[in-house]
């Protein structure tokens, strides 16, 4: 069973551009959280979709915004990047009441 | 101040030790979950507690739930260095599918 799988791995953009992440959850998985990892704030919440709606969401500006796709696939995009948006972004998958399944990551660097 | 606070922040060991890492919440805890980072990756599902004094185990390491105290404790038998990383607990909101996590254990094992 194929895991999480976040794409690209690495990425570097200039502030003032926006920028796309993708996930895709493990196979039967309908809910795909997102999660940003910065040394100073650690591991903090984005967003949870499930079965295409947003369920919840963690205190990010508007600038953070995310989207899931009828096979679970999700994307986030964060607009009008700034140099504290330069972090780990992960995203997870789960089944229902169950443990989440991490992602690799992408790191992304804003210059 | 975290929802979640980790004891000690970083650890380092010697091969063969036992070492114990807590977590603390503020807030009633309806499901704890530990995970392991290596630096820069995804997190690795170690173990999931959902009852007040349930204890879990999976090969040397064991973690407990102490409901009452609204903490949990992971304790790893002697220590490898393939034990290394960043060990980090997370609790999920009461009705909410979003994880909190605590800043993380910086565990190093030295040969």
């Known amino acids: 069973k194929a895991g999480v799988t976040q794409t690209p791995r690495y990425l570097i953009k200039t502030r003032g551009q926006q920028v796309t992440l993708s996930c895709s959850p493990i196979s039967g998985h309908r809910s795909v959280s997102w999660y940003q990892q910065t040394p100073g704030q650690g591991l903090q919440f984005l967003f949870e979709y499930f079965s295409e709606t947003q369920r919840n969401k963690g205190n990010f500006p508007g600038r953070f915004s995310g989207r899931q796709f009828s096979n679970s696939r999700s994307e986030m995009n964060v607009s009008t990047l700034e140099l504290g948006d330069s972090a780990l972004y992960l995203c997870?998958?789960?089944?229902?009441?169950?443990?989440?399944?991490f992602g690799q990551g992408t790191r992304l660097t804003v210059v | 101040s975290q929802e979640l606070e980790q004891s000690p922040q970083s650890l380092i060991v010697q091969e063969g030790k036992n070492l114990t890492i807590n977590c603390t919440s503020s807030?009633?805890?309806?499901?704890l979950y530990w995970y392991k980072q290596k630096y820069g990756e995804g997190l690795i599902f170690l173990m999931m507690l959902q009852k007040g004094g349930e204890e879990k185990s999976h090969e040397k390491i064991t973690a407990k739930l102490d409901e009452k105290k609204q903490q949990s404790s992971l304790h790893i038998t002697a220590s490898q260095p393939s034990h290394a990383g960043i060990y980090l607990c997370g609790a999920e909101r009461y009705n909410n599918n979003d994880m909190r996590f605590g800043a993380g254990t910086r565990l190093t094992v030295k040969p």
């Open positions: 807030k009633t805890l309806y499901g």
């Open positions: 997870a998958s789960n089944a229902g009441n169950t443990e989440a399944f």
